[in-house]
């Protein structure tokens, strides 16, 4: 019985490294002109590890298929797989009208990532930052109420912004608002509303979306030159800020802390809309002509000498990127600064009408209460009020 055992643990040890062996023994696919074997099936109905990179070694090649009169001969050239394998390694020959960097790539293998990546956790954590805003603004509401004028109104009104700045405020909320609803209704269509809506439906709301995103997108840009030209004056950091932040803006209470025409708050939003809409811009720019503006492997390549993405555990990003993956990259970059301009742009919203009484008027006749003013922009109203004075007096 000992013998037994010790014949069994012999042999036992024995095989394991002849199966080793077995395991690094090319395989030899001549019998099938290189492509799939018994063997291969086999191993993998096994649950075994199949290496495949004959797949892409040997694409759809006539020259080295299997004879028509063999077992597993193809019929013709490059049997049906052949030719879908050689689409998606890129080897077959293609010849497209379109003219273009990336014409002949009917799929793009190493795409997978960005397209489970769009379809999964970008629609949903974008959907949960923008449905998080809500209800956040939503228990403020609840537990602070609306901001109120403290003091007793004057019945008197000071101009706060001119029928120049509020054309280009309407102009850059307009679009903003138009390119957020029909970018989610882009991006969100495969996912949720083909189910809903199906095919024939979505087509419309596509191609209509599409239609609006591409060329309102030159207004949204006007009118962020625009606004940055007119307000960047007033948007410069000073020491009044940090008053202000250290005192929460006044919002939970304890005063108005001084502020010139923008207060702190204000001018992160107004940084937020320049730099992130900036960005979007720029990466919407590169969406809007395909492969004619990459720009992420540079970006990438000057992130790693500046060492960032090693510092964050990412470590080296890659600079040799194809043209689809320079598109991937944009068409993510620009969801995701989306969602999150979309979500600051949410707040300001609230605050700048159910969230505060008599901020609107601010931008919709150009005028405010004058103790409002007082109130929330005691610098710059003391200016006005002042140059008026002077203006008077002469
Ligand atoms: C459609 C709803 C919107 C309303 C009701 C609204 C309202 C306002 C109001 C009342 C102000 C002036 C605040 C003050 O007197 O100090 C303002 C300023 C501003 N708005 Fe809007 N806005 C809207 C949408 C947008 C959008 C979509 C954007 C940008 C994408 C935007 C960007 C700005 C900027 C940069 C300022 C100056 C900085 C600031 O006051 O925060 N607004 N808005």
Redesign the pocket.
Known sequence: MLRLLCLLVVSVVLSIPVHAQEAEQPVDRSATGGAQTLEDIMKRQEGLKVDDSFRSDVTGSPESAAPISGQLGTLGGASDPDLWRAYRYNSAAITTQARGPAADVLIQDGGMWWLEFRQGPLLKYGGWLLGGMVILLAVFFLIRGRIRIDGEKTGQTIL??NSVERFA??L??????LL?ITGLITLAGRKLLIPAFGHEAFATLAVGSKWIHNNVSWA?ML??IL?FVF?VIH?LPDRTDINWILKGGGILGGGHPPAK???A??????W???LL?GSISVSGLSLLFPFELPMFAITFEKLNALGLPQLLGLGELATSLAPHEEMQYAQLWHAIVSFV?MAI?IA??Y???VGMEG??????KGE?ELQWARE??SIWTAEVEKKKSQAGST
């Open positions: 706060r912004f405020h309407w850059l909320a307009g679009s903003f608002i957020g949204f009118a962020l606004v307000w948007n025409k923008f207060n708050g204000q001018k992160l939003i107004f937020s809309v320049i809409g301009l742009i300001h919203i605050i700048g009408s901020a609107y008027g601010a931008m919709g405010v929330h922009h």
